[in-house]
């Protein structure tokens, strides 16, 4: 009955933080699930991504994942009274595909928002990890900015924008320093996640 996202440009830090939380919140019996790839609609956004499909055709991939994310596991969890953590949700959307629609329609957030409207399911909190994306790019690949000059103009970008939407909604965000060692970044989010999960779930008592 509590959910929570995890979000951040590429590089961030996201896959270890996970990793560490499922061992520490263990006693939660979160579900833990992600986006893209939670049902087989996964797939095919991973084939729209491989095939370089045009921005809308991606955007709508990443929506119907969503979708389907919501019908095959987080209702059926959130009804079931579980806490349910995701790696990445509408605000990657919200980010990326702002960026990659710009200049391709007129108001890609109104738009992306539109299309989630009314139908979607908003997160309780969201853990945002911020870190720059030289450093993202580095601790993903070894290479520096130079060596992904295409990569890091369109992280920048995504970048921008999750501050901006979370700075619009400053009571469910979370913004994390991710450059601080990898234990300290844990230990915050793992706390704060108990905290959540303890005065939330009692909201519906
Ligand atoms: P992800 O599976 O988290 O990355 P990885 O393969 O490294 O584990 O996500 C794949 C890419 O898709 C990543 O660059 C972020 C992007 N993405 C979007 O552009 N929009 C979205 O709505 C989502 C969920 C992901």
């Known amino acids: ?5 995890l979000d951040g440009i590429d590089g961030s830090g996201k896959s270890s933080l996970l990793s560490a939380l499922e061992k520490s919140l263990s006693d939660l019996s979160p579900v833990f699930t992600r986006e893209p790839g939670a049902t087989w609609v996964g797939e095919q956004v991973r084939r729209a ?8 055709t991606e955007a709508l991939l990443f929506a119907a994942d969503h979708a389907a994310h919501l019908e095959a596991v987080v209702r059926p ?3 079931a009274g579980r806490l349910v953590i995701s790696d990445r949700y509408t605000d990657s959307r919200y980010a990326y595909q702002s960026a990659t629609l710009e200049g391709i329609i007129p108001d890609p957030l109104g738009w992306l928002k539109a299309v989630h409207d009314g139908w979607t399911v908003p997160p309780d909190r969201t853990v945002l990890l911020v870190l ?6 580095r601790r ?8 992904h000059f295409e990569e890091a103009t369109l992280l920048e970008r995504v970048q ?10 400053p009571m469910r ?4 320093d991710a450059g601080q060692p990898e234990e300290k970044v844990h230990a915050l989010v793992s706390s704060a996640i108990r905290e959540w999960h303890g005065s939330l779930r009692s909201r519906h008592r």
């Open 1 to 5: 009955m509590v959910l929570i996202t």
């Open 49 to 56: 991504i491989a095939e370089r499909a045009d921005p809308v």
């Open 77 to 79: 969890a959130l009804a």
């Open 132 to 137: 720059p994306v030289a450093e993202a790019l």
């Open 140 to 147: 993903k690949s070894g290479k520096g900015v130079s060596e």
């Open 160 to 169: 921008e924008n999750y501050l901006r939407i979370s700075a619009e909604e």
């Open 173 to 176: 965000f979370l913004v994390i």
